[in-house]
């Protein structure tokens, strides 16, 4: 559905679905016969509702926001606003929430809202009528790991946990004991779809263990106490942080995150929003130093290596020789300045002076997957790759922020 929209929609710019496209070919290995997935997992029908793979952290952000703007056109047409127009919809003209929201969509209108303001009749709805979701996102690593534990079950006395857990289930096993609650006909069954030891996918014939020697259906196994599917094993998960080996040192008790680069809507010499971008999608750019002086929580906008890559941690601060040059963020994880040409650029990338591949490109995955042995599906567990980057055993999932109470309805 997502790239037959997108060739449908960008007729003119054929290189946005090519750039959704996943890339098939992560599946061939010099010593192994992968090819028939090459050529089928993605296509044919039969892998319907399996893990999306091969796709990179780019990628998954923009379906992201795809499926935010898909979602919320439908609560439009659902609430009667407006009309299914798949003909009208074609290059820049597409619904998108934000240009929406900034005027610059219009659609096929079918109604709209009453105007209490007394000169007017009727106007566009606004965030703040509560029908339009809030964006689709990836999750970030706290969300991921919190969602994956599944906590909610283990509470047995307000504020007390009973039982700490290695997977996102209880106990210290992988197959189902006879102390999980579950029928007896399901004790001895894999919880998740990984390999015990080399060349174990699956088990033997006659006898499977986990049933699948590749990525399985996303409705496989077990669902955790969250009633969330496959959050270990089957495949690993994009989420939105940068990686760094010492986050759970750095980062926020509150919502943590590394990653934070903030950014404004572009605006004209008259202060309003800029026209939309050729895609339809309302353009931003980076907040200046200026925009942020004088701000007590932050004073740039590229955050990502606040204390961990910026000038102040590095081996080579100097309170007496701090300037913008200094603080340039190309310096991170280098050896000292032998590694830095001019400009705090890098020489070559991964030089002798380099002493890590760790760099703001560098983005984290967990889960564990079909190929991975039983450590990674800890929650706990982590491991990172460049953004551009896929594995066949690697996709995502979506997370949306919670409006409102935490409670929400008291459930």
């Known amino acids: 559905e997502y790239l037959y929209w997108l060739r449908r929609v960008f007729v003119d710019y054929p290189e946005v679905f090519k750039m959704a496209l996943p890339d098939t070919l992560v599946w061939r290995s010099k010593l192994a016969f992968n090819e028939p997935y090459v050529e089928l997992y993605f296509r044919h029908p039969a892998y319907q509702d399996y893990p999306v793979v091969g796709i990179n952290w780019l990628q998954a952000n923009d379906y992201c926001s795809w499926r ?3 979602v919320n056109e439908m609560i439009m047409v659902r609430e009667g606003l ?22 610059q969509y219009e659609g096929a209108v079918r109604d709209q ?12 709805v606004r965030m703040e009528d509560g029908i339009l979701l809030p964006k689709y996102r990836l999750p970030t ?3 991921w790991e919190f969602a994956s534990l599944g906590l909610l079950g283990n509470m047995l006395a307000d504020e007390r946990i009973f039982n700490e857990k290695i997977y ?16 007896t006909k399901d004790i001895g069954q894999i919880r998740a779809n990984t390999i015990r030891g080399r060349g174990d996918y699956m088990g033997m014939a006659g006898a499977l263990n986990d049933k699948n020697d590749i990525p399985s259906d996303v409705n496989s196994y077990w669902p955790n106490d969250y009633g969330l599917y496959c959050m270990a094993g089957n495949v690993n998960e994009w989420v939105m942080d940068v990686y760094r080996p ?10 943590p995150f590394r990653g934070n680069v903030y950014q404004t809507q572009v605006r004209d010499d008259e202060g309003n929003i800029a026209e939309k971008d050729s895609l339809g999608k309302i353009r931003y750019r980076n907040v200046t130093d200026d925009e942020a002086f004088n ?28 300037s913008t040059d200094n603080t340039n963020s190309k310096r991170m994880y280098n050896t000292g300045k032998s590694a830095l040409g001019e400009n705090g650029k890098s020489t070559v990338r991964g030089g002798l002076n380099m002493t890590s591949m760790v760099d703001n490109r560098q983005r984290v995955f967990k889960g564990g997957g079909w190929k991975d042995r039983v ?36 459930y």
Request: aromatic share 14%.
């Open 68 to 70: 935010t703007d898909r």
């Open 113 to 124: 809202m009453p105007d209490y303001d007394p000169n007017g009749d009727v106007r566009k």
């Open 141 to 143: 690593e706290a969300e």
């Open 246 to 255: 010492l986050t759970y040192e750095d980062n926020d008790d509150f919502r």
């Open 295 to 322: 701000r007590r929580n932050y004073n740039t906008a590229d955050n990502i290596n606040y204390l961990d890559g910026d000038y102040e941690s590095s081996i080579d601060y100097n309170t007496d020789d701090v």
């Open 375 to 410: 450590y990674w599906m800890s929650p706990g567990t982590r491991r990172f790759l460049d953004q551009s980057q896929a594995r066949a055993d690697l996709g995502f999932r979506c997370a949306m922020h919670r409006v409102g109470g935490a409670q929400g309805l008291g």
């Open 82 to 103: 407006l009309y299914m127009d798949p003909t009208g919809q074609t290059g820049e003209e597409n619904f998108n929430t934000e240009s929406y929201l900034a005027g």
């Open 168 to 183: 996102p289930w209880n106990g210290h096993y992988i197959r189902i004991d006879d102390r999980s609650g579950f029928d």
